[in-house]
């Protein structure tokens, strides 16, 4: 079983910053593509950024130039650095994993979702 833990949300004012950490722990070979999803209030789930095991990366439009994905796999780490937060970028965060657990069975898991509050 593996799970996934995000840190780092809260309540930022707009134009401010902030870092979410998700790590993976529990019993795998390797992770492959990790990224982060968005749902804001009433809305649909959508991706907001994903990176490869190698680190090529991909980004929703609407945050391009302002946030960051980046991952640490020596701890089985991702982060998404947000800058210049809006109050559209409201919602809550989670993180996704796809996770080769042996030769034979993969599986995607899932953060139990961090809150991001951008608001004065």
């Known amino acids: 079983q593996v799970q996934l833990v995000e840190s780092g949300g809260g309540l930022v004012q707009p134009g401010g910053s902030l870092r979410l950490s998700c790590a993976a722990s529990g019993s795998f070979r390797s992770i492959n593509a990790m990224g982060w999803y968005r749902q804001p209030p009433g809305k649909e789930r959508e991706l907001v950024a994903g990176i490869t095991r190698g680190g090529s990366t991909n980004y929703v439009d609407s945050v391009k130039g302002r946030f960051t994905i980046s991952r640490d796999n020596a701890k089985n780490t991702v982060y998404l650095q947000m800058n210049s937060l809006k109050p559209e970028d409201t919602a809550v965060y989670y993180c996704?994993?796809?996770?080769?657990?042996?030769?034979?069975?993969?599986?995607?898991?899932w953060g139990q979702g961090t809150q991001v509050t951008v608001s004065s």
């Open positions: 996704n994993a796809g996770v080769e657990e042996t030769v034979v069975r993969r599986r995607i898991y």
